[in-house]
Nanobody, 122 residues
């Protein structure tokens, strides 16, 4: 599946932003989806994941309670609603998909979006 992420930008600390990831070329409802991020000089890290039908979600400790992942299988789109943003959330955010269940290991994902930059100013 091809993935196209969008919605990044510059936001002040405490603000909100919603990322979108549109999928095409596959049966979206058979893919577990996730968001990862990579800050300058750091490794890519798992942020949030969602099951194929959207019934199960999982978050990293650093974003739990502030970010919400969701999906609309009718629109072939996964979202990441980010609230109470902090400067340490600054990173390039990537959506990723894999056939079957979502997992936290980035190596398990076959399909990646191009990334969208989120910058949180203090």
């Amino acid at each position: 599946v091809q993935l196209q992420a969008s919605g990044g930008g510059l936001v002040q600390a405490g603000g909100s932003l919603r990322l979108s990831c549109a999928a095409s070329g596959g049966t979206f409802s058979t893919y577990g989806m996730a968001w990862f991020r990579q800050a300058p000089g750091k490794e890519r890290e798992f942020v949030a994941g969602i099951s194929m039908k959207g019934f199960a979600t999982y978050y990293s400790d650093s974003v739990r309670g502030r970010f919400t992942i969701s999906r609309d299988n009718a629109k072939n789109t996964v979202y990441l609603q980010m609230s109470s943003l902090k400067p340490e959330d600054t990173a390039v955010y990537y959506c990723a998909g894999r056939r079957g269940n979502m997992v936290v290991d980035s190596n398990a994902y076959d399909d990646w979006g191009q990334g969208t930059l989120v910058t949180v100013s203090s």
